[in-house]
């Protein structure tokens, strides 16, 4: 089921891969209203371009994700006008396949591993609900 499909019932978001079909994370009324729209967003799987996305703050909220090494920091991009440093990408934790988010830091933020901020994008995930 893809995004546009999505019903007021909660429900699981899912690995897009063939053969996958892992349980990425939960698919709640919160995160339902994360949902940003970010303008220029990077390339995600599957997709020319992407601009929804969740805003997810803990990355305790997901069941299972992949988070990349630190990657050269991709300067001069915003969310919402204010300066986000992509700092990582996002992709299963089981069949390391992506991307399907990406994660950072926002300005004046500390940079610290476990302050991330965390976009998974609506549009390349499958749903159940």
């Known amino acids: ?9 909660n429900g699981r978001i899912k690995c897009p891969f063939p053969n996958c079909n892992t349980n990425v994370i939960p698919l ?3 995160l339902k209203s994360s949902i940003t729209t970010v303008p220029n967003a990077p390339k995600m799987v599957n997709l020319n371009e992407a601009e929804k996305f969740f ?3 803990d990355m305790w909220d997901f069941d299972n994700i992949g988070v990349s090494r630190d990657l050269p920091e991709i300067d ?11 700092e ?12 399907i ?4 830091h926002f300005e ?3 940079k610290l591993p476990n302050n991330l ?6 549009e390349s995930m499958e749903y159940q609900v």
């Not at 089921?1 to 019932?9: A, E, L, W």
């Not at 988010?101 to 950072?104: E, K, L, R, S, T």
Request: glycine letters at 10%; charged letters at 25%; aromatic letters at 12%.
């Open 1 to 9: 089921m893809k995004f546009h499909q999505i019903g007021d019932n």
């Open 28 to 30: 709640t009324d919160g």
């Open 55 to 57: 805003k997810i703050n």
């Open 76 to 86: 001069n991009f915003t969310i919402d006008d204010v300066k986000f440093d992509i």
């Open 88 to 99: 990582r990408i996002l992709i299963c934790s089981e069949c390391d396949k992506g991307p």
């Open 101 to 104: 988010g990406f994660a950072g």
């Open 108 to 110: 004046n933020e500390d």
């Open 117 to 122: 901020t965390f976009f998974l994008s609506c």
